[in-house]
């Protein structure tokens, strides 16, 4: 077989053109067509084809409008060991959601915890609007000190699912296991899909 660096290029494509596949676990050579090609990549990666946008499958309406951020620079504390704002709230984004009903939400803080490993300190989010959900530790940004003073900048990231469609405000909020908890550069982005 020649090296594929001195094939000629092809000028254009059709279904039924074959390419050649190294099958490693018996050492042949063997054959896909482009169209095989094609099913197998699409399955493997989800992807949206022509004639899939043409019969409807994917629609404005379900699609959610504008993804939207906030920041709070401002470093500030909490004692709070419940979810709770800081001095200023937030930061907060609203977004309409799809009829896909999926939200993809990332939050990201610096943290300091001033107490020795043992204690936590949480950075979450609240939903409300169109849709309701408490923060909670299972969908919140976690830090754990090793020692005292440890801090550090973290993110967390979750896609939301079965959401209702409409417009719903998400909000972060913070809470400690003990001690003082300090916060800053607080980043929040949602990406209705």
């Not at 092809?10 to 482009?34: F, G, H, W």
């Not at 004639?51 to 959610?64: E, F, H, I, Q, W």
């Not at 923060?135 to 830090?143: C, E, H, P, V």
């Amino acid at each position: 077989m020649p090296k594929i660096s001195a094939l000629p290029a092809i000028a254009t494509t059709a279904d039924d053109d074959e390419l050649p596949i190294n099958d490693v676990s018996v050492t042949t050579t063997k054959k896909v067509t482009l169209t095989k090609l094609k099913e197998y990549l699409q399955a493997l990666v989800g992807w949206v084809s022509t004639p899939m946008l043409a019969n409807g499958a994917v629609t404005t309406d379900k699609l959610g409008t504008g993804a939207s951020s906030a920041t709070v620079l401002t470093s500030q504390v909490t004692t709070s060991t419940s979810y709770t704002d800081l001095a200023t709230a937030g930061p907060a984004v609203t977004v309409t959601i799809g009829a896909n009903g999926l939200a993809l939400v990332s939050i990201f803080t610096y943290v300091q915890l001033g107490v020795a490993s043992g204690e936590t300190i949480w950075a979450g989010f609240t939903v409300s609007g169109a849709n309701t959900l408490a923060a909670n530790d299972n969908m919140s940004l976690r830090f754990q000190p090793w020692t005292t003073n440890a801090f550090g900048q973290y993110g967390y990231s979750v896609l939301l699912t079965g959401l209702n469609a409409g417009s719903t405000t998400f909000t972060m909020k913070y809470r400690v296991t003990s001690n003082t908890g300090t916060y800053a550069n607080r980043r929040l982005a949602v990406v209705p899909l």
